[in-house]
């Protein structure tokens, strides 16, 4: 259920909380939109940009992402779907190429989510921006060390949950996030995330998930 929630939570923000105006430290609200169908339940997800989408009320509860800090790279944002507090932070690829290369797909994202309900802490998700091959694994290459994730439609998780504060460790004290995947149609990608501001962006959700 939780999946599906934020799913379109990430469709509203990720259309508006990347823009320009999203880079500004002050809070903003975002605005509505369209929400994709929730990808099948499994761990936890997040999810995606196009055009300025919107935020189903009927969906996320009447939520709105509010972005409560920018950090280099990394928006830091809270939203309270169904009165149940929510913060990630949220970034783009610094670079992305594909093999062939020039193949047309969607932004990327990668995700860090904590879910006081849940019990949930720094869950680190990656929205690749296209149908990954059905049934393969890919890769998160973060400060020297590599990380199986699971895949499952256009979304990464990783694969072994006990090693996940450990990733988010290193991704706290590295420079890049190296995430590599295979298309439904064989085309290969490597996305690297800037990891610039990361630390701080976490440190402000943590803050913010505790009131």
């Known amino acids: ?11 509203g923000v990720t259309a508006w909380g ?14 509505k939109a369209v929400a994709k169908p929730a990808a099948p339940a499994a761990k936890t997800a997040a999810k995606p ?34 009165g149940k507090k929510v913060c990630f932070a949220l970034a783009k690829p610094s670079s ?12 990327a994202y990668a995700f860090v989510s904590t879910r006081p309900a849940e019990k949930v802490s ?12 059905p049934g393969s694994e890919s890769s998160v290459e973060v400060g020297g060390a590599a990380f199986a ?8 998780w990783i694969k072994n949950a006990a090693e996940e504060e450990r990733m988010v460790e290193a991704m706290r004290k590295s420079a890049d996030l190296v995430v590599k995947g295979v298309s439904a149609k064989g ?4 996305d690297t995330f800037s990891l ?10 943590s803050q913010d998930c505790r009131r």
């Open 1 to 11: 259920m939780w999946r599906a929630l934020f799913l379109a939570l990430m469709i």
């Open 18 to 31: 990347i823009s320009d105006s999203a880079r500004a430290q002050t809070a903003q609200p975002a605005p």
């Open 49 to 82: 940009e196009s055009k300025p989408a919107a935020l189903p009320a009927a969906v996320a509860g009447g939520a709105e992402p509010t972005l409560i800090g920018q950090f280099g790279t990394w928006g830091a944002y809270s939203a309270t779907p169904n």
């Open 96 to 107: 992305s190429k594909t093999n062939p290369p020039n193949r047309p797909r969607d932004p």
């Open 122 to 133: 720094n869950e680190v998700s990656v929205m690749i921006g296209y149908a990954l091959k």
């Open 149 to 156: 994730m699971y895949t499952q439609g256009d979304g990464l």
């Open 187 to 190: 085309t290969e990608t490597t």
């Open 196 to 205: 610039k501001g990361l630390a701080q962006a976490l440190d402000r959700i």
